[in-house]
């Protein structure tokens, strides 16, 4: 992509409203503009963040076994009253009247649907286990929302559902669950603590949030020292009884939140213990019967009587992933994005775009990145060479390649790595493969 043609609109300034540092940057980058309090458009450069996000999500859910589907945002208000939900759920909830006078919603989650579409589908326990997930904007009209997409009124969420026979096989899809999180998270290179969490409105009696530890954190969080390093993923998530161990393996280092502090746990972990914020990039639930019982789901078992499956709900905040990832990875001239979700791989710089022969050389460059399969932001801009290095920073785009007179002449381009500082002048020839290694 030449950046002459793109839609980059990046800010100077910091803007005075953005009190963290990642919401400063995805302003300041040209990622997002605010359109209404908590309510964001995704400019070009955020979307395609975004999509990478999505993607490292859609892979893990399809690995974990999970199936896509795509429901409604705007749902309508039987449903909710069905399980009890319209009127618990309180002012977080936007309520929408259209022209026929019929209560209708914008789904801040989705337990009722799913757990009625599903009905509406299955009739045996041999239709178990499933678990069906969708990647959807959610609507939360929270009463302070702040920090940019951290805590948006819309933000995107994947929402998956898990369907089981018994407590044993649902205990199962909660653990595929939860090793899929931690495969996502560090995909994403993030670095998430399981923390054991209460359930809030969801319900259930067992549930944990994935906290990405930071000063700007939300939430108060707890953990053993050993939760700093990073864990080894390699367990057969097919096999239920070793997944099980490996799950109890974690929970046995002690890690919660604030509301779920507890205190007996918390003494044994004595010294080992640290304190500090997190951001929550993820919930998973396990709640039973509570909405298969309400919204009429039951399958006919081996013996022919009815079975109510045992379910429990999976969340990942996709657009809050964002935030929290800026969090985790910028300096003081912007965002260092982790490869894996980075908007482009390349920035490829032309110094002289006034001068025919650097041109023509970093056009050449840039023909060859693309046939090379490599995604670029190519700033072919007439601006001073400041000013593109200040855009690059800013942006965090992992490799940044420059094209100036002294080294076309020379046949060598400048490679520097976003973050690591070290520039290195190397012949045309060696650029694609040293920025697809
Ligand atoms: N039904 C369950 C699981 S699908 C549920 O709604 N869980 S949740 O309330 O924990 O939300 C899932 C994730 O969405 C959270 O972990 C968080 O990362 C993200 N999230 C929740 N509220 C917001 C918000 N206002 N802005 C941005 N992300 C949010």
């Known amino acids: 992509m030449r950046l002459s043609r793109y839609f980059l609109p990046v800010l100077k300034e910091t803007p005075g409203e953005a009190q963290i540092v990642s919401h400063q940057l995805m302003l300041r980058a040209g990622l997002i503009r605010q359109t209404a309090a908590g309510i964001y458009a995704w400019l070009p450069l955020g979307l395609r963040v975004l999509k990478k996000i999505e993607g490292i999500v859609r892979a893990e859910q399809d690995r974990a076994g999970a199936v896509e589907v795509l429901m409604p945002t705007i749902q309508s208000a039987e449903l909710w009253k069905t399980s009890g939900r319209y009127d618990a759920y309180g002012p977080e909830m936007l309520r929408i009247t259209d022209r026929h006078d019929r209560e209708m919603l914008f789904s801040p989650t989705a337990e009722e649907l799913f757990t009625t579409i599903f009905a509406g589908g299955v009739r045996s326990y041999r239709d178990l286990p499933r678990i069906l997930y969708q990647i959807q904007w959610k609507f939360r009209d929270e009463i302070r929302p702040r920090f940019g997409v951290m805590r948006g009124r819309e933000f995107l969420m994947k929402d998956a559902y ?167 990875s910028h300096d003081d001239a912007g965002i260092i994005w982790p490869d894996a979700v980075a908007p482009y791989r390349v920035v490829l710089i032309n110094l002289r775009a006034d001068d025919a022969v650097c041109t023509a050389a970093a056009d050449a460059l840039y023909a060859k990145l693309e046939a090379g399969g490599v995604e670029v932001l190519y700033d072919d801009r007439d601006e001073r060479g400041g000013a593109k290095f200040a855009t690059a920073d800013l942006i965090g785009v992992p490799w940044q390649v420059v094209v100036g007179p002294k080294g076309v002449a020379a046949g060598t381009v400048e490679v520097k790595r976003r973050g690591a500082g070290a520039k290195e002048e190397m012949g045309v020839e060696a650029v694609v493969a040293r920025v697809i290694s």
Do not use: C
Not at 212 to 241: I, M, N
Not at 270 to 277: I, P
């Open 162 to 328: 898990s369907f089981d026979i018994d407590l044993a096989s649902a205990r199962h899809s909660y653990n595929r669950m939860f090793i899929a999180y931690l495969r996502t998270f560090a995909a994403m290179g993030l670095h998430v603590i399981p923390m054991r969490a209460d359930t809030g409105p969801i319900g259930g009696d067992l549930s944990h949030e994935f906290h990405v530890v930071a000063a700007t954190g939300e939430s108060g969080v707890f953990y053993h020292e050993k939760w700093e390093q990073p864990r080894s993923l390699e367990v057969d998530a097919d096999d239920a009884a070793a997944l099980q161990a490996y799950v109890d393996g974690l929970n046995a280092d002690y890690a919660a939140t604030d509301e779920k502090r507890d205190p007996a746990l918390e003494a044994a972990t004595g010294a080992s213990l640290k304190e500090s914020r997190g951001i929550e990039v993820g919930q998973i639930f396990y709640f039973g019967t509570k909405y298969s019982a309400a919204m009429g789901l039951s399958v006919q078992g081996p013996d022919g009587s009815a079975i109510v499956p045992h379910m429990g709900s999976y969340g990942i905040g996709v657009s809050r992933l964002m935030g929290a990832i800026i969090e985790a």
